[in-house]
């Protein structure tokens, strides 16, 4: 049902023309109006290979819509082939064609013999948001793409974590989650940003194990590749963040992968010797400063707002006031997700509200006592809110306005060093 | 033009004006054909992704200070309001006010698409009222409500008592026009329907609307403005629902952009005899200063502007002629809305650039009053002709005319095209800024900015060395055209 969504942070599920866009050498062909790409891409960070405005766009117009755009939609796959140098076509549907009833499917299935493979996701945007969207190209690619093979190559581990774009860390993220896995003796495989793309899809089949970090986007599509190439997934919901998680994360992995407990612990401890090296060092910044105290509270979709909330009080020994989850999780994961907020160290509990009206999520902010001044790590819209407060702010998820990020990252242990940095960067601007 | 403000659905431009996406050729024979009522525009086979309108549309509306925008439809069409609250926070802080503009979705979903939701709108609507208490309020389509034929009219007329302020739908179904500009006649629109109130009886006033984007030369021109007595009103940004309403009292309308104020300059003129100033745009010296000739005129004060014409050239003009030295000769490709491109082309011919093509975004035919837009008619008047096509940011065909063509330079002015051009080695202006080539001190500055630009290439040259350009071989040896066919 329709809903007053006030403060939006997601767009709709042709959103998803980033998740391919991330793929290298694949180009989204839009069978929509004009502006949606514009509408839907980032002003920064994507002027790459390809760029929203050269996406193949149908650019349907109310002629299209009262007698089928299904020509347009056929000559613009059949000459993108020939304008644009791509390994992969993904042709994404916008609301008009889906509602119309244009057949998609058909049209992209006269590519079949076509030298570049061509794929069809729905990414009608009334028919979810752009985390769905996400879910419906991993979908096409294993469906339409992806063949069955009976080769494995053992140790080959298919990562699959943050939604490209949307998530301003992922490329980061996917490349520290790679190296950890591989320290395990382990072969990371993923298929997003520099130098993955199409060669790296090949692989997904012959791997031995499918890798989900994540609360809930990407569990059908691991289901899915199960079904399809009998890969066992290990679905691991929270995003590892500094020392306490990340050493559960590999421990996790090597025992899902039969990784050996010595080889296992001897990465760790590799790793948490460095990072208690820094933690102790800036342990007088942690506990002497007026600015932060102990409530928190993280405004995003719950994959980050369970890895923050898993960092923050069980690595630094803050205390979760609200969470709150606005990736309008779908019901059937609710449940599970609460719980995972009420696993923390010392037997405490986070509230985790499931909420997409940004008014509500701010009127619970102001209600909550944080015991002083709250730090909130958030999107854009809670910075005015936070200096109102005389709050600490961070804006760690979409919209992102205060922060440009390449390539860094909050994922393991390093990025749990990186999320502190910022977290502090902005605590020693201010003396109370 | 005969505007119906009882009515809040308007044409489009391709539909009011006879304007056009798809051209090849020459200014001349664009506007020969043009004025003799042969131009038929074309279409395309194949086409890159461009602008919606609502984006222009919407982010025009919402950039008044306390209004609330609800968009109804998917939450893909909403998603502006993410920009648009960053927007109107920033724009307000920069002039030490505050605003409370929200832009609220509906994220409709797909039993929406099958069953209505206007009964959800309708409680959207008085929700946003109760939550903020907007100054006025816009309820806008999407092309998804739009199809199932939502009718977001009666919703507004329905809710109108109850919510007591001006409240006006709009209709921003994105498929209607390939031309983003009829954004800003659809938010001019809406804004003389419901804001704007027939001028109060006695009221003299000194005041100039100036219709711009993003205020930059805010302060630089109600300083310019004193010397003529005159006191500019800036649109939309910032603008107050109090001030919207008496723009009627004004005596006159300009316009940084023809294509961003025509609709409501001519509609003021028409409706409240409000005249609107219908020169070539400010940019360059005789730009300016035709423009300013023009305002004295219309409002009584051109010893005042001569006085400061005067004064001004003396200032700047020995400075512009010293830069003009050392850039006389260079060529240059540009693409922007047809608002800038065709004036844009003025100041490079006055700077002594030599333009070899100007790609037009869109083309107006004629202006609402159905006169050939200004710009254009200079160029002819003063025999100045170049290759042009018009070409909705259709990127594939710009790399194609910068590859054939080499210039020293290309000027745009959509975000994402510079780029472009960039990694194809050519220096790229980003003439973003819609007072980047204002009067004689900014003319002089940006032709400065194109020295340095030109001066210095070496970021182009080492992103170019080193990017693989994603345009296959095939494309760059076709013809720019290949993909037109006949408009239909």
Redesign the interface.
């Known amino acids: 049902m329709a809903k007053l969504l006030d403060k939006q942070r997601y767009k709709c599920a042709l959103g998803a023309m980033q998740t391919v866009q991330a793929i290298e050498r694949a180009l989204p062909v839009l069978h929509s109006g004009p502006g949606c790409a514009q509408k839907l891409s980032e002003s920064t960070g994507s002027s790459g290979y390809f760029s929203p405005n050269i996406f193949p766009c149908t650019s349907i117009n109310e002629k299209d819509v009262v007698f089928g755009g299904v020509k347009k939609l056929n000559s613009t796959i059949e000459n993108a082939l020939k304008v644009i140098d791509a390994d992969l076509y993904v042709v994404l549907t916008g609301c008009i064609p889906e509602i119309v009833g244009d057949d998609t499917q058909e049209v992209v299935s006269r590519f079949k013999d076509s030298e570049k493979p061509v794929i069809y996701a729905p990414t009608a945007g009334f028919k979810g948001n752009n985390y769905i969207g996400h879910e419906q190209v991993v979908d096409a690619i294993i469906d339409q793409y992806l063949e069955k093979t009976d080769e494995k190559e053992k140790g080959l581990v298919n990562i699959w974590a943050d939604v490209p774009y949307q998530d301003l860390f992922w490329l980061g993220n996917i490349r520290e989650l790679e190296k950890l896995v591989a320290e395990l003796g382990l072969t990371p495989n993923t298929i997003f940003g520099y130098k993955r793309g199409i060669e790296n899809i090949n692989k997904i089949p012959k791997a031995e194990y499918n890798l989900l970090i994540s609360p809930w986007v990407g569990l059908k599509n691991v289901k899915k590749l199960e079904r399809k190439f009998g890969t066992p997934y290990l679905h691991y919901k929270t995003l590892p963040i500094g020392a306490t998680e990340t050493s559960k994360f590999l421990r996790a992995v090597a025992e899902f992968t039969g990784v050996s407990k010595e080889k296992t612990e001897e990465v760790i401890k590799k790793h948490e010797d460095y990072y208690f090296y820094l933690i102790e060092r800036y342990a007088d910044l942690f506990l002497e400063n007026r600015v932060i105290n102990k409530q928190f509270s993280v405004v995003s979709d719950a994959h980050y707002a369970l890895g923050i909330t898993k960092f923050l009080a069980n690595d630094l020994g803050l205390v979760p006031a609200k969470q709150f989850i606005t990736d309008d999780t779908p019901q059937s994961y609710r449940e599970d997700i609460k719980k995972e907020f009420k696993e923390l160290n010392f037997g405490i509990e986070a509230e985790a509200v499931f909420e997409t009206d940004g008014y509500k999520i701010h009127s619970q902010i102001k209600e909550h006592d944080y015991h002083g001044y709250p730090l909130i790590l958030g999107g854009y819209y809670e910075k005015e809110l936070t200096e109102d407060l005389k709050g600490n702010f961070l804006n760690i998820s979409w919209p992102v306005q205060n922060k440009v990020v390449f390539d860094s990252y909050y994922a393991g242990y390093s990025g749990g060093i990186r999320l502190i940095e910022d977290i502090y960067t902005i605590a020693v601007q201010r003396f109370n | 033009m005969a505007i119906n403000l009882s009515n809040s659905n308007i044409a489009t431009r391709e539909n009011r004006i006879g304007s056009i996406t798809g051209y090849v050729g020459t200014l001349k024979d664009l506007a020969t054909q043009s004025s003799c009522g042969t131009l038929k525009g074309c279409s395309r086979?194949?086409?890159?992704?461009?602008?919606?309108?609502?984006?222009c549309g919407l982010s025009q509306l919402a950039a008044i200070r306390d209004v609330a925008v609800i968009h109804?439809?998917?939450?893909?069409?909403?998603?502006?309001?993410?920009?648009a609250?960053?927007m109107s926070?920033v724009m307000a802080k920069k002039r030490g006010v505050t605003s409370d503009t929200?832009y609220?979705?509906?994220?409709?979903?797909?039993?929406?698409?099958i069953f209505g939701?206007t009964e959800?709108?309708r409680?959207?609507i008085l929700?946003?009222n109760k939550?903020y208490s907007p100054k006025a309020i816009f309820v806008s389509s999407?092309?998804?409500t739009g199809?199932?034929g939502e009718d977001i009219d009666s919703i507004v007329e329905d809710v109108k008592e109850e919510v007591s302020v001006p409240i006006v739908a709009v209709h921003c179904e994105?498929?209607?026009?390939?031309i983003?500009a009829t954004g800003f006649d659809i938010a001019d629109h809406a804004v003389m329907q419901e804001i704007v109130q027939p001028p109060r009886e006695g009221v003299v006033s000194n005041k100039i609307n100036f219709k711009n984007f993003f205020e930059s030369a805010r302060p630089e021109i109600i300083e310019i403005f004193k010397n003529f007595d005159l006191e500019p009103v800036f649109l939309y940004c910032n603008s107050t629902v109090e001030e919207l309403s008496h723009i009627s009292e004004s005596l006159a309308t300009t316009c940084i952009c023809g294509t961003l104020g025509n609709y409501l300059g001519n509609a003021l003129e028409e409706k409240y005899g409000v005249p609107y100033i219908r020169s070539i745009n400010q940019c360059g010296i005789k730009g300016f200063e035709t423009w300013l000739r023009e305002i004295g005129k219309v409002t009584g004060r051109s010893e005042k502007v001569e006085a400061y014409i005067a004064s001004e050239r003396e200032k700047y003009l020995p400075q512009i002629e010293e830069v003009k030295k050392e850039l006389k000769g260079l060529t240059a490709v540009l693409g922007m809305g047809p608002g800038y491109t065709f004036e844009v082309s003025r100041v490079l011919d006055e700077l002594g650039i030599k333009v070899v093509w100007a790609l037009a975004w869109h083309y107006d035919k004629k202006y609402e009053n159905g006169d050939v837009p200004p710009s254009m008619k200079y160029l002819l008047d003063n025999d100045i002709n170049f290759e042009t096509s018009v070409s909705?940011?259709q990127?594939?065909e710009v790399m194609n005319i910068l590859n054939k063509y080499k210039p020293d330079m290309y000027l745009s002015r959509h975000?994402?095209?510079t780029?472009?051009a960039i990694k194809n080695g050519t220096p790229a202006i980003y003439v973003a800024d819609e007072y980047m080539i204002f009067g004689y001190k900014h003319t002089l500055e940006f032709a400065k900015s194109i020295l340095d630009a030109v001066k210095n290439r070496s970021f182009e040259e080492n992103l170019a060395r080193r990017?693989?350009l994603?345009?296959?071989d095939?494309?760059y040896k076709q013809n720019v055209d290949t993909?037109f066919e006949e408009a239909?």
Not at chain 2, 45 to 55: A, I, K, V
Not at chain 2, 75 to 81: F, P
Not at chain 2, 104 to 113: A, L, P, R
């Open positions: 086979c194949f086409s890159q992704s461009s602008t919606c309108l609502s984006s109804h439809g998917p939450a893909g069409c909403s998603v502006t309001g993410a920009s609250y960053y926070k929200v609220i979705g509906t994220d409709m979903n797909e039993n929406d698409t939701s959800t709108l409680k959207v929700e946003v939550r999407s092309c998804a199809i199932i994105g498929f209607k026009s390939r983003w909705d940011q990127n594939y975000p994402g095209s780029v472009w990017s693989k994603p345009y296959t095939w494309w993909f239909k």
